[in-house]
């Protein structure tokens, strides 16, 4: 196992190293081929017998963020702590193939269905990158060197300006959010943590902002969508600029995250793939290759999420997320087994195209739907926040004694 991420690994330093870097005027994407693996171990994670069955959070210790720099900056890797996960940096290295334009973002919220929820702005406006890191997405190992990663990267630029996805208020602001001693060791850096003026399924939710060089709000402030509250840096566990961005349902904890590609209102005219892939007895396939391939023949690169450390959304229970897709028809592929699979599907603007893929069953439909919350759809619930408090505490009402019977 070790000796084949080693070989998938060399193909993509090879193929890196011939790209230009995504700082430079757009170009025709490039394609790279990573050769899939033919075998996989099953997950410990088991997907749903039912459509109603919600997927159990998975308990895991503290994961870090590191990611490459895939800036033209050359930066140099960062001093971490000899108990600290890998560090990586391959200095000037071009993502997987994606389009470097996008239109601007849908105004949020965004709910063409009951089962999207594309709730929250991008927190990069869109004159930078504001999109995930193809290669380090949501549940993504980067090819084994990382822990589980349980957010998205956005890799701009020092200095550019962060932005609440939301409106609510600031309840975590400060060097080392996890909390790890001494501080400077916290592998989030600079971070701020905010608490929105809504909640999903009577849960509040909240979003985080890591690595920022600086921050420019305070604890309990108020914020609005759009209002900066940083600017994109490089502090923590990281060794280039980039903004780490989550979302967390429920509790504002590390164990609480779900996949951000699934929340984020895509370009408009775009949309978002989502999808499970089982073994035959309906358990997930982790950490397996896929290739999305659209009408023009660029491909993207997709694996299914690791077996620990990440949430299924509520609704899609997926094991694969991958957004700003063009709308347009898109062939899906890979090897199971040894085994090839081959999906159609069509991706609309603002909504989720969602498909299944099992073991076993070639015949794979063109869309699937996504499980309901107890048959129920979600609705957009508000709930408290520190944003109001009250004017004064109430006087205790005082109970009349009952009358004495003589």
């Known amino acids: 196992m070790h000796t084949h991420r080693f070989a998938i690994f060399s193909i993509f330093i090879i193929a890196s190293a011939l790209a230009a870097s995504c700082t430079v005027a757009p170009v025709a994407p490039q394609i790279v081929v990573i050769v899939p693996p033919t075998s996989r171990a099953t997950a410990a994670i088991a ?14 210790t503290v994961t870090s963020y590191p990611t490459t720099d895939f800036q033209n900056n050359n930066a140099l ?20 193939p ?19 929820h594309f709730w ?38 020092f200095g550019t300006p ?6 609510g208020v600031v309840v975590w602001v400060g060097y080392g959010l996890y909390g790890s001693n001494p501080p400077e060791n916290d592998p989030y850096g600079d971070a701020v943590v905010i608490k929105h003026d809504f909640g999903y399924n009577s849960q509040p939710m909240y979003t985080v902002y890591a690595h920022m060089q600086k921050t420019l709000v305070w604890l309990n402030q108020p914020v609005k969508t759009g209002d900066p509250i940083g600017e994109v840096g490089s502090t923590g566990a990281s060794s280039g600029p980039h903004l780490h961005f989550e979302v967390r349902i429920g509790e504002n904890k590390f164990i609480k995250t779900y996949n951000p590609e699934l929340w984020l209102a895509p370009p408009t005219g775009w949309g978002v793939l989502a999808g499970r892939v089982l073994d035959p007895k309906g358990h997930f396939i982790p950490e397996l290759h896929l290739e999305l391939r659209d009408s023009a023949g660029r491909v993207y690169p997709i694996w299914t999420y690791a077996a620990s450390a990440v949430n299924p959304d509520p609704i899609y229970k997926e094991n694969f997320v991958i957004s700003d897709l063009p709308a347009g028809t898109y062939t899906y592929s890979m090897i199971i087994n040894s085994e090839p699979y081959v999906g159609t599907t069509d991706i609309l603007p603002g909504q989720t195209t969602f498909v299944i893929v099992q073991e076993g069953l070639q015949n794979i439909p063109r869309t699937a739907e996504p499980a309901a919350t107890n048959g129920r759809a979600p609705t957009l619930t508000f709930t408290p926040s520190l944003t109001f408090t009250p004017s004064k505490t109430p006087t205790p009402t005082k109970t009349p004694r009952p009358a004495r019977t003589p």
């Open 77 to 96: 890797p960062v001093a971490v702590p000899a108990t600290a996960p890998l560090q990586i940096n391959f200095g000037t290295q071009t993502p997987a």
């Open 162 to 167: 962060v932005l609440a996805a939301g409106p």
């Open 98 to 116: 994606t389009l470097n334009w996008r239109p601007p973002p849908m105004p949020v919220p965004v709910s063409i269905r009951p089962e999207d």
């Open 47 to 60: 997907a749903p017998a039912s459509s109603d069955t919600p997927l159990a959070p998975v308990e895991a």
């Open 120 to 157: 929250f702005a991008r927190p990069i406006a869109s004159n930078a990158v504001n999109w995930p890191h193809p290669l380090y997405r949501y549940g993504s190992t980067y090819f084994g060197f990382m822990r589980a990663h349980t957010g998205v990267d956005l890799d701009s630029d």
